[in-house]
Nanobody, 122 residues
Framework: QVQLVESGGGLVQPGESLRLSCAAS????????MGWYRQALGKERELVAT???????NYADSVKGRFTISRDNAKNTVYLQMNSLKPEDTAVYYC????????????????WGQGTQVTVSS
């Protein structure tokens, strides 16, 4: 019904930048919140940043001032601009779409993307 496709991950050196994109497609009526989470090897998945359809944002303390989340509601796409990357930012980054309304259903759903690897290493 709904798919989230992430792109933009890769290998960069400390201090460099990356931009992640996540496009939602399918029988979408509306999406309330979209966000990025990450999971490093051996650790639990953690919140990176979220943004509502109205543009309200929330960031993990570890990325404040370095990462910026944005969203194109018309394209159902969320972005994560990551600057001044550090080795500790290395993780699989997952996109999440929350409170998704789809055609033909009265319910709201949550969807996850498949993840994209970000590696920060010299």
């Amino acid at each position: 019904q709904v798919q989230l496709v992430e792109s933009g991950g890769g290998l960069v050196q400390p201090g460099e930048s990356l931009r992640l994109s996540c496009a939602a497609s399918g029988s979408i009526v509306s999406i309330n919140a979209m966000g990025w989470y990450r999971q490093a090897l051996g650790k639990e998945r953690e919140l990176v940043a979220t943004i509502t359809s109205g543009g309200s944002t929330n960031y993990a303390d570890s990325v404040k001032g370095r990462f910026t989340i944005s969203r194109d509601n018309a394209k159902n796409t969320v972005y994560l601009q990551m600057n001044s990357l550090k080795p500790e930012d290395t993780a699989v980054y997952y996109c999440k779409a929350d409170n998704v309304r789809i055609i033909g259903s009265l319910y709201a759903y949550l969807f996850w993307g498949q993840g994209t690897q970000v590696t920060v290493s010299s």
